[in-house]
T-cell receptor, first 115, second 108 residues
């Protein structure tokens, strides 16, 4: 089955700096890679996702890049703010058309943004 | 208000007791999923259902059971065979694009 590794496990940055979280996956059939933000005691929220037919996707201060050959993808947050502090998870699955398969999650990264 | 609802928010179980966690959705989604989250860890798949009256085991199905009699509902039963059930349980649809608010289960 799929295996997703996520690094680093903790990340501390100063407000305004950039933050990068990296994930690798093992199953070459995976083609859908979402990222989630989870605040303490809350549900995970999908913040950005990418399919394997594109190499990069941006949404304001957040971007995700995918290297399908190397089987890794990364989350980039620019101009970090204290409210970005949370746990971030990557995940991988196979998606076909409008259907999405079961997700395999990384272990999570605790991001702390210091004012 | 569309979405996924879970109840109860908090649940306490005694040793040897079965408990059922509710998950309801009004999104008209076919696929529904149950994940377990332990403190400081990622989410692990317990069971999933792609269509009514059909479901498959995930990575950690032992000690759990589900049913899918209606498209809107996907309840999870934590049986006494699950030896360490204390965790945060999350229901999701469409592979995880939509999550419910979760149920926090504690064994007394």
């Amino acid at each position: 089955g799929e295996n997703v590794e996520q690094h680093p496990s903790t990340l501390s940055v100063q407000e305004g700096d950039s933050a990068v979280i990296k994930c690798t996956y093992s199953d070459s059939a995976s083609n859908y890679f979402p990222w989630y933000k989870q605040e303490l005691g809350k549900r995970p929220q999908l913040i950005i996702d990418i399919r394997s037919n594109v190499g990069e996707k941006k949404d304001q201060r957040i971007a995700v890049t995918l290297n399908k050959t190397a089987k890794h993808f990364s989350l980039h947050i620019t101009e970090t703010q204290p409210e970005d502090s949370a746990v971030y998870f990557c995940a991988a699955s196979y998606a076909g058309g409008t259907s999405y398969g079961k997700l395999t999650f990384g272990q999570g990264t605790i991001l702390t943004v210091h004012p | 208000d569309g979405g996924i609802t879970q109840s109860p928010k908090y649940l306490f179980r005694k040793e040897g007791q079965n408990v059922t966690l509710s998950c309801e959705q009004n999104l008209n989604h076919d696929a529904m999923y149950w994940y377990r989250q332990d403190p400081g860890q990622g989410l692990r798949l317990i069971y999933y259902s792609q269509i009514v009256n059909d479901f498959q085991k995930g990575d950690i199905a032992e000690g759990y059971s589900v049913s899918r009699e209606k498209k809107e509902s996907f309840p999870l039963t934590v049986t006494s065979a699950q030896k360490n059930p204390t965790a945060f349980y999350l229901c999701a649809s469409i592979g995880g694009r939509f999550f419910g608010p979760g149920t926090r289960l504690t064994v007394l």
